[in-house]
């Protein structure tokens, strides 16, 4: 099955059309997943920020084991109400500029993330106050990469 096939056949689904035609689904699907997207970012930024350096009274891996469970549940709200977001019209999405480049940068963050926990944050029981360079970088790109997200989230509206 092709993407276009796929697309075509998400949008012809009852959740899909109630999506469309109802009066609050959409909207409330859509706040589901704000919220779920303000918990995960909230909680992601609040970790970057300590790796900056600030709030360095707080050790590092204390505030990860009570950040990250944050940032992965709130994944159960983000995924399944995206999914639904994106079969309400998953033709003209696939066709967005803004829509396709929001995703590219979600999978950049996750990489990034993989590519920190799988490397530098390994040695975070020995930093000190500050964490390493390489670090800081990851931290610094994980800020960028969600603002960008939230960005092209919000500018789907206009585009």
């Given amino acids: 099955m092709q993407v276009r096939d796929a697309a075509e056949w998400a949008a012809s689904l009852p959740l899909a059309q109630a999506l469309r035609e109802g009066a609050w689904l959409y909207p409330v699907v859509e706040t589901v997943h704000i919220v779920g997207f303000a ?45 639904l ?45 500050q964490a390493p360079a390489l670090a800081r970088l990851h931290a610094l790109l994980s800020l960028g990469l969600w603002i960008a997200v939230i960005a092209c989230g919000r500018m789907l509206a206009y585009f």
């Fill in 39 to 83: 918990v995960l970012v909230g909680a992601v930024a609040m970790f970057d920020l300590r790796v900056l350096g600030f709030g360095r009274q707080l050790p590092v891996q204390a505030l990860a084991r009570h950040l990250l469970p944050w940032s992965a549940g709130s994944m159960l709200l983000v995924v399944p109400t995206g999914l």
């Fill in 85 to 129: 977001l994106f079969i309400a019209d998953p033709q003209s999405l696939l066709a967005n500029r803004v829509f396709l480049l929001k995703l590219g940068l979600i999978l950049a963050a996750g990489l990034n993330a993989l590519a920190f926990h799988a490397g530098p944050y390994r040695s975070a029981a020995a930093w000190s106050q």
